[in-house]
T-cell receptor
């Protein structure tokens, strides 16, 4: 059973609206991530955080912003949604690395965003 | 050239078949290799990881790495309908580096 929760699961919204995608985890993980997933495409990292008040942009440029005020909460905000933002957004967290390769990413079930 | 190439399929096999899923990569710095499984409308979950050339077995699943050819494989023996999912390969240079994912291969196992 997933210990990382994303809401809403589905969101259809009009162009220009401000939206916030919620992500919470109950595992106490310091590291959290936002990925973007489009059909037939690789998972792309758009934001990550290694702890409270720490946020960094990922490999894929994104107009979204994130915040990390609490360990368990890592929301993603789009100030003005556009059709090009239509995608699936996956939140993940991971525990401190115990081995050389790191530790597993625990993913939420995603938010499928459609901007009309 | 993409760092990780994975045939997206789709791949459809009968129940009981042996399935081979593959990825190639171009960055010789990659040292750690993972396979994630993603069921429809769910997030990915780690299935297996390995860091050395050779085979690693876990039940019906075997992960194989050939660093000289920059080629990794996931074999599923006695495939079951419950194995129907998208399988994503992922790799990195170590714990301080982010994961690079393949596109994923959609597998359907027909009863």
């Amino acid at each position: 059973e997933a210990d990382i929760y994303q809401t809403p699961r589905y969101l259809v919204i009009g162009t220009g609206k401000k939206i916030t995608l919620e992500c919470s985890q109950t595992m106490g993980h310091d590291k959290m991530y936002w990925y973007q997933q489009d059909p037939g495409m690789e998972l792309h990292l758009i934001h990550y955080s290694y702890g409270v008040n720490s946020t960094e942009k990922g490999d894929l440029s994104s107009e979204s912003t994130v915040s990390r005020i609490r360990t368990e909460h890592f929301p993603l905000t789009l100030e003005s949604a556009r059709p090009s933002h239509t995608s699936q957004y996956l939140c993940a967290s991971s525990a401190p690395a115990l081995t050389g390769w790191g530790s597993p990413l625990h993913f939420g079930n995603g938010t499928r965003l459609t901007v009309t | 050239q993409k760092e990780v190439e994975q045939d997206p399929g789709p791949l459809s096999v009968p129940e009981g078949a042996i399935v081979s899923l593959n990825c190639t990569y171009s960055n010789s710095a990659f040292q750690y290799f993972m396979w994630y499984r993603q069921y429809s409308r769910k997030g990915p979950e780690l299935l297996m990881y390995t860091y050395s050339s050779g085979n690693k077995e876990d039940g019906r699943f075997t992960a194989q790495v050939d660093k000289s050819s920059k080629y990794i494989s996931l074999f599923i023996r006695d495939s079951q309908p419950s194995d129907s999912a998208t399988y994503l390969c992922a790799m990195n240079r170590g714990s301080n580096y982010k994961l690079t994912f393949g596109k994923g291969t959609l597998l359907t196992v027909n009863p």
